[in-house]
């Protein structure tokens, strides 16, 4: 081998150990400067368990896991995590940051987004395992189809309903805040309900009802947050075929009775 192909070798093996240890400094640096963020499994043990409110012992929540379950139906469980002294409760993508004051096995203090501090207390008594337990109210038809239909006999006529609620994907969101100050929400899921209506063979009316066909009857900032759940049957008399639609907030004792008639020829009309 001559004297320029070794030199030329031995200038491109420099060459190449510097470029790896040029790459692998860059890994090094980048590494250090951007940290992978990590939730505190310590933090989050902590948290496990019923909370009461340390002013009037109310029941505030109950962590399991990495979900926070609440004492009442109006508000739905969330997903939460718990990074440096942040607790972080919802969706990832939308999350909403809480700034956590002190915690240890038995007391959290938090800020709720008032600004407020919220202190809190573990309790180990189960009777208030009894309060998740969550009901909802009568008239909320969740996700379910349902379908009712009946005969009716006016007259010496024979008259045929047939009603069926069937659930969608259009969402109703209720927020409101718990009293504690943390702001909790609940998705429902609207329905459209079809009604038809028979005199023996020949149909008289036939309609799919949606909850913006009682705009004119509910308030805007009512309908927003309501489901239309049901429609039932109620009476029959000179006027016509009495049914009652129900647009209702869930878990809330508003809710709006919208009566709909509909008379001998079929024509319809509606009512608070």
Not at 15 to 22: A, E, N, Y
Not at 101 to 123: A, C, E, S, W
Not at 157 to 185: A, C, F, L, M
Request: aromatic share 12%.
């Amino acid at each position: 081998m001559d004297k320029s192909s070794f030199l030329f070798k031995i200038g491109t093996a420099c060459v190449l150990s510097i470029m790896v240890l040029g790459l692998a400094a860059c890994k090094g640096n980048s590494t250090h400067s951007s940290p992978a963020v990590k939730e505190s499994a310590a933090a989050k043990r902590m948290l496990q368990g019923m909370w009461l409110n340390e002013d009037d012992e109310s029941l505030s929540f109950r962590a399991k896991g990495d979900t926070i379950y609440y004492p009442d139906s109006t508000s739905m469980p969330e997903y939460f995590k718990i990074v440096a002294d942040t607790l972080f409760m919802g969706d990832e993508d939308d999350a909403t940051a809480y700034a956590i004051v002190k915690q240890t096995p038995h007391l959290f203090v938090m800020k709720n987004q008032g600004g407020d501090v919220i202190r809190l207390v573990k309790t180990e008594d189960r009777f208030y395992l009894q309060q998740f337990e969550q009901t909802k109210r009568h008239f909320l038809n969740q996700r379910k189809l349902i379908k009712n239909d009946s005969v009716i006999v006016y007259g010496d006529d024979r008259y045929h309903y047939y009603i069926q609620v069937n659930p969608t994907t259009y969402k109703v969101v209720k927020d409101t805040y718990n009293s504690n100050g943390v702001e909790v929400g609940n998705v429902y899921f609207d329905n459209i309900i079809h009604l038809s209506f028979f005199k023996g063979a020949g149909q008289l009316f036939s309609k799919d009802f949606h909850k913006k066909d009682f705009a004119r009857m509910v308030p805007p900032e009512v309908l927003r947050q309501s489901v239309l759940s049901d429609l039932k049957y109620k009476n029959t008399d000179v006027s016509g075929f009495h049914f009652i639609a129900y647009v209702v907030v869930p878990d809330s004792p508003t809710s709006y009775l919208i009566e709909i008639t509909l008379s001998f020829s079929g024509k319809m009309s509606m009512k608070v």
